[in-house]
């Protein structure tokens, strides 16, 4: 079992910049992926950002490459997505997503373990 525990949501003005945080704890251990998703009001969850533990790969969503920069922490196992020139459209709830093997998926249904969620709001 893995449980995952997201911080750093918040409320701010378009332009702004918020670092959201997840911490892993349980089997982490091997090969692994965290990934970021959102869901805005009325919306599907969607694909943000992941991250290799292993080795650091990363790929983004053409939505946000160039604003969001993800990064990891290895003492503290934890993943951290900063986001920067943040717009409106970005509003949603922010999850992150952990799954054993050495792919990054894009698909939800990949990712078995799911943090609480934690709310972004940008104003205009």
């Known amino acids: 079992q893995v449980q995952l525990v997201e911080s750093g949501g918040g409320l701010v003005q378009a332009g702004g910049s918020l670092r959201l945080s997840c911490t892993a704890s349980?089997?982490?251990?091997?090969?692994?992926?965290l990934a970021w998703f959102r869901q805005g009001p009325g919306k599907e969850r969607e694909f943000v950002a992941v991250?290799?533990?292993?080795?650091?790969?990363?790929d983004y969503a053409d939505s946000v490459k160039g604003r969001f920069t993800i990064s990891k922490d290895n003492a503290k196992i934890t993943v951290y997505m900063q986001m920067n020139s943040l717009k409106p459209e970005d509003t949603a709830v922010y999850y992150c997503?952990?799954?054993?093997?050495?792919?990054?998926?894009?698909?939800?249904?990949?990712?078995?373990?799911w943090g609480q969620g934690t709310q972004v709001t940008v104003s205009s």
């Open positions: 997503a952990f799954r054993w093997g050495a792919s990054m998926p894009r698909l939800v249904s990949q990712y078995p373990y």
């Open positions: 991250t290799k533990w292993s080795d650091g790969s990363t």
């Open positions: 349980g089997r982490t251990f091997g090969n692994w992926a």
